[in-house]
């Protein structure tokens, strides 16, 4: 992938080229499809591990949240453990919106919908986001998206973020708590290869 071809456009002009992988999520081996231009498309990437390691079983109702869903790893995770909730699996990058959708159905997660941001209704509250947040796109965009979807948590809704220790995991948990206010806690709830979780809830 080159400067100008990143994992987070819209259509991702890198080749697609299709593969099937193997992977261990929700206690299963799953077989899914990635592809060429969607992030970590060989393996479940290490951050990605850590947090479907560490954090506790999601709701097993309401709306839930990927945020920056890729191919779906964690999607897949949180609709395979909690199959009467909703699933949202929110990307910018079409191509992997389509991967997901052909995974959830791969898997039998009939429960995962598959969406650009702006597709997720207005009045959808969300009972648990997870994500590996797209780090990478620059400060200020992840400082919006992170403003944007954790308002929309319900009450008594976790949000659960992986964030690398070099890539500003503790200047976040700094930032997301000054910006969400007294309300809110922001605490690192677990710390592993190299990455932090961060949990937002209600203080
Ligand atoms: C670090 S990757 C994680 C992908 C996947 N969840 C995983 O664990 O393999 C972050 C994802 O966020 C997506 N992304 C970037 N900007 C976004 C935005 N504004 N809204 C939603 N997703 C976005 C990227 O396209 C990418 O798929």
């Keep these: ?35 060429g231009g969607v992030f970590s498309p060989d393996h479940v990437d290490l951050g990605t591990q850590v947090l479907l390691r560490t954090v506790p079983a999601p709701p097993s109702t309401g709306d839930l949240l990927d945020l ?26 079409e191509r992997a919106l389509d991967l997901v959708r052909r995974n959830a159905e791969r898997v039998g997660a009939s429960n995962v919908v598959a969406a650009l941001p702006d597709d997720v209704p207005d009045d959808v509250r969300l009972a648990a986001l997870w994500s590996n947040p797209p780090i990478r796109v620059g400060k200020g965009a992840l400082h919006a998206l992170l403003l944007r979807w954790l308002p929309r948590r319900a009450p008594g809704g976790e949000a659960h973020l992986v964030v690398g220790k070099n ?11 000054e910006q969400l206010g007294p309300a809110v806690s922001v605490d690192r709830t677990a710390s592993a290869k190299g990455f932090r979780v961060l949990t937002v809830r209600d203080s």
Aim: with cysteine; glycine share 8%.
């Design 1 to 35: 992938m080159t400067g100008h071809d990143h994992y987070f456009t819209a259509q991702p002009a890198s080749p697609d080229e299709r593969r099937a992988i193997t992977v261990e999520l929700a206690g299963r081996t799953l077989e899914v499809e990635t592809a």
């Design 68 to 93: 920056g869903c890729g191919w779906g790893p964690v999607a897949l995770t949180l609709a395979l453990a909690s199959p009467q909730a909703r699933v949202w699996a929110v990307d910018v990058n």
């Design 167 to 177: 890539l500003g995991a503790d200047s976040l948990q700094r930032w997301l708590a």
